[in-house]
């Protein structure tokens, strides 16, 4: 080969090599900047594909997730058809198309046709630049780097994505729930020709400002006159926006189990009963079907809206009375009771623990089920102490249920209270603990998004029956019926809870104040039972075979003195109390008028009550004795600092 020759041969391989290498290079130096397709909002379908709620893309920009099988393709083939016919051939560019628009634009000095293709036009969204000739040739650059890197399926979703469709609208998804109220997946001629439109001039089309420009384009690519258009934007669905997992990104619409006329059903009730709330509370229904093991709704309300902005399911709060029928239920399994074994409630101490009802009195002798029934403390207390705080605990967490303690109890033991609302749960961990009663005694986080859970067992399956059938009970002022509830109220009317269940499916409710604090008598009776019979009307009937109660067993589960004798409840002996105030004094039993002594001097008192109060006139050791009508007498020594 001759040295000419060879040098041209050598020239055409760099040149080759050079022309083949600089658009890899270019494309290395400049990637394709693709970060607002990987940020857009979240869409939730509810269990039936509905929609349930949206949430924009950072900035506030409606800019929703959408995939080719969601979106009518009676649309993307009248987008095409008007937009880019040899899309689904050409590398991103069309040669026919730009040519005509490169001479029209080079004759005119200025941009006229823009014969850009769809991916051209993705690149233009993706990286916006004033009109020129040079973002022209820029935009050619990027349309063959979207076709070298991404499929054509890829390309023509990315333009769905950010299409403008004016405001801060983008995306045919956004755009089908703003103008049309509906998600993109089934349209009619005129919704397609209105979407198709749009883009060209977003803002110049909007139909809330400009309808007969927006009109006019619309039906010349409909071809023919169509109806009126939307005065204004619809309202994206916020619906159970607190609870669902916003934070997760995805490319395609999120799914919940939820029920949307449910959800709406029990959202209305929430907002109902939020306006008669005192300052400050808010309240939380939710309703889980138990053959799934799924949430179907979920609302909180209040008046204020403030718990309405905060995921009230997943907040600790004292369970107060609620747990009770897990500690019977463990307790019939050791064989430490039945549902028919008596008992006394009547005052007991446990240590330096002296537990007493809510109403501040005694039931006397009463069975197992009548003492769960009636949530009485002293019973709850006594099973809790014959099968161990630390057990309990230990069960649930290895149930998956975790109860927080107080914090100043860290490194420390569960202790008795335990049993009375001593320790926090939330109230989506409480509603899976009955739906563990409610059907097999196994605990399984009720679903709301995501794959089914793991499940732990808690208790037998007889012993969740025996629990559920205690439980079956009269609302009160009536209300479903063959539903087994329980209430729970925490200290100081802080938490109001009730929780009721039937053969399908289980309901919970709770009322309180978001910030903790306490509201004055407050209780689960009052406030959320009527919350709970509401709740419960929504669903089909369902209700649970009442089963016969055993007869009473031949056994006592707690030997005290008679449940009439005459009893100092307060102050027990040896307590230590503040001086800083008055003091209550509490007796019951005996035969009233009843009278009250310190250190053998009258304590002033109304003789048809079982209390008195008295101030204490310094710090000291006090000898506290009461007595009855038949000279019977309790006392009790204490010191007062």
Do not use: C
């Amino acid at each position: 080969m001759t040295a000419p020759a060879s040098r041209w041969l050598i020239g055409a391989t760099a040149a080759a090599a050079f022309l083949i290498l600089l658009p890899l290079g270019l494309d290395r130096a400049f990637p394709v900047p693709i970060g607002r397709l990987a940020q857009p909002g979240r869409v939730f379908l509810d269990r039936n594909g509905a929609l349930l709620a949206a949430a924009p893309a950072p900035g506030g920009v409606w800019r929703l997730p959408v995939r080719l099988e969601d979106v009518d393709p009676a649309y993307l083939a009248r987008l095409i058809a008007t937009e880019d016919r040899r899309f689904w051939w050409h590398p991103g560019v069309d040669p026919v198309a730009l040519a005509r628009a490169f001479a029209q634009d080079i004759r005119a000095g200025h941009i006229v046709s823009g014969g850009s293709t769809l991916t051209m036009q993705l690149a233009r969204l993706i990286e916006p630049r004033p009109r020129t000739l040079r973002s022209k040739l820029i935009e050619v650059f990027r349309a063959l780097q979207l076709e070298a890197h991404y499929s054509k399926r890829d390309i023509l979703t990315g333009w769905m994505t950010l299409a403008p469709y004016g405001g801060n609208l983008e995306g045919v998804t956004a755009a089908s729930l703003a103008w049309l109220g509906k998600l993109p997946a089934s349209l009619t001629g005129e919704d397609i020709a209105l979407l198709v439109a749009l883009p060209r001039r977003p803002e110049a089309l909007r139909p809330d400002r400009h309808p007969e420009a927006a009109r006019r384009l619309r039906d010349r690519l409909l071809g023919e006159a169509g109806g009126g258009l939307p005065a204004q934007r619809t309202a994206m669905p916020r619906h159970a926006t607190t609870a669902l997992p916003w934070g997760e990104a995805a490319s395609a619409p999120g799914r919940a189990t939820l029920d949307l006329p449910l959800q709406a059903a029990l959202e209305a009730i929430a907002a109902e009963r939020a306006r008669v709330l005192p300052p400050h509370g808010a309240l939380l229904l939710m309703i889980a079907d138990l053959r799934s093991h799924e949430l179907r709704a979920i609302a909180a309300s209040s008046p204020d809206g403030a718990g309405a902005s905060l995921d009230l399911s997943r907040a600790i709060r004292s369970p107060g009375s609620a747990l009770k029928p897990f500690i019977y239920a463990m307790a019939f399994e050791a064989g430490l009771a039945g549902p028919g074994t008596l008992l006394d409630d009547i005052p007991r101490r446990f240590g330096r623990y002296a537990p007493e009802d809510f109403d501040r009195s005694f039931a006397g002798r009463v069975t197992m089920a009548e003492a769960l029934r009636r949530s009485l403390n002293v019973p709850a207390v006594a099973l809790l102490d014959g099968i161990g705080p630390e057990s309990f605990l230990r069960r649930l967490r290895a149930a998956g249920v975790t109860l927080h303690l107080p914090k100043n109890s860290t490194g420390r033991p569960a202790t008795l209270p335990l049993a009375l609302g001593g320790a926090g749960i939330t109230p989506r961990d409480l509603a899976a603990l009955y739906a563990a009663i409610a059907t097999d005694g196994v605990v399984r986080s009720l679903r709301l998004t995501g794959p089914r859970v793991e499940a732990h067992p808690l208790i037998a399956q007889d012993s969740a029956g025996t629990i559920a059938d205690i439980l079956v009970q009269p609302f009160p002022k009536g209300g479903p019926v063959g539903v087994a509830w329980k209430t729970g109220t925490s200290w100081g009317g802080r938490d109001a809870w009730a929780v009721g269940f039937d053969r399908d499916h289980l309901a919970l409710a709770w009322v309180g104040r978001p910030d903790g604090a306490p509201i004055p008598g407050a209780t689960g009776l009052s406030l959320a039972v009527p919350l709970l019979a509401r709740a419960l009307a929504l669903l089909p009937e369902a209700p649970r075979a009442i089963t016969a109660e055993p007869a009473p067993e031949p056994r006592r589960l707690v030997q005290t003195v008679r449940a009439d004798a005459l009893q100092l409840l307060f102050p027990p002996a040896e307590a230590v109390v503040s001086g800083d105030g008055p003091l209550t004094l509490r007796a019951m039993g005996g035969r009233r008028p009843l009278s009250f002594l310190i250190d053998g001097g009258p304590v002033p008192h109304d003789p048809a009550r079982r209390e008195a109060t008295w101030l204490p006139p310094g710090s000291g050791w006090y000898r506290v004795t009461v007595l009855d009508a038949d000279g019977n007498a309790a006392q009790s020594v204490i010191r007062v600092k």
